[in-house]
Nanobody
Framework: QVQLVESGGGLVQPGGSLRLSCTVS????????MGWYRQAPGKQRDLVTT???????KYEDSVKGRFTISRDNTKNTAYLQMNNLKPEDTAVYYC??????????????WGRGTQVTVSS
């Protein structure tokens, strides 16, 4: 049973910072790409950023220069450092991971999400 658990969300004022974490547990052979998505009320879930197993990174345009994704493969954990937060960043943030099991079958997994609210 593979699980992704996010943490680090909360309420922050505009211009503030938060750091999200996503830890993967369970029967894992290899974690391939990991990413963060977000879903604001009444909107679809959108990609924020991804990082491959080799460290290649992509960002959605509105977060470039403000958000930084990283991963610690020894801890099966990905991080999202969010700086200079804006009210429009308010959303539920979901962790996503592409994981291969010992049978070399790859599945896509989601965490349950963590709420980020940017408000004064």
């Amino acid at each position: 049973q593979v699980q992704l658990v996010e943490s680090g969300g909360g309420l922050v004022q505009p211009g503030g910072s938060l750091r999200l974490s996503c830890t993967v547990s369970g029967s894992i052979f290899r974690i391939n790409a990991m990413g963060w998505y977000r879903q604001a009320p009444g909107k679809q879930r959108d990609l924020v950023t991804t990082i491959t197993g080799g460290g290649n990174i992509k960002y959605e345009d509105s977060v470039k220069g403000r958000f930084t994704i990283s991963r610690d493969n020894t801890k099966n954990t990905a991080y999202l450092q969010m700086n200079n937060l804006k009210p429009e960043d308010t959303a539920v943030y979901y962790c996503n991971a592409e994981i291969s099991n010992f049978a070399q079958i790859t599945y896509n997994y989601w965490g349950r999400g963590t709420q980020v609210t940017v408000s004064s």
